[in-house]
C-alpha cells in the first residue's frame, strides 16, 4: 500500500497523540509496576499502551515502504516528518 507524506505525518500525530495519553494515565494512576491499581485503572493504561504502541509500528512500517519506494532513507524521511509534524495542521 502505497502512502503519502500526508499520511506519514498524520500517522506520527497519532502515535504522539497516544503516547501522550499513556503518559497522563501513568501521571494520574502512578506507574504500573509501584502497586496494583484497580481492574479498570490497569485495563485502560494496558489498551492506552497497547494502542500506542500499534500506531507506532503502523507508522514506523509505513515510513520503511515510503522511504524505499521514494529511493530516500529511513532516517532522513522520519526526520522530515517529525519536522512538519511539529506544525499546527492549516485549518
Known amino acids: 500500500m502505497a502512502h503519502t507524506f500526508e499520511e506519514l505525518v498524520a500517522k506520527h500525530r497519532a502515535a ?3 503516547h501522550d495519553k499513556v503518559l ?3 501521571d ?3 506507574p504500573p509496576a509501584r502497586e496494583q491499581s484497580g481492574g479498570a485503572q490497569s485495563e485502560t493504561y494496558e489498551t492506552a499502551l497497547r494502542a ?3 500506531l507506532a509500528r503502523d507508522e514506523l ?3 520503511n ?9 529511513r532516517a532522513e524521511v522520519e526526520a522530515a516528518v517529525e519536522r512538519a509534524a511539529a ?3 492549516d485549518s
Not at 65 to 73: F, I, K, T, V
Request: glycine share 8%.
Open 28 to 30: 494520574t494512576y502512578g
Open 87 to 89: 506544525w499546527p495542521e
Open 61 to 63: 512500517a509505513a515510513v
Open 52 to 54: 500506542w504502541r500499534d
Open 16 to 18: 504522539d497523540a497516544a
Open 24 to 26: 497522563e494515565l501513568r
Open 65 to 73: 515502504e515510503y522511504a524505499r519506494e521514494e529511493g530516500r532513507s
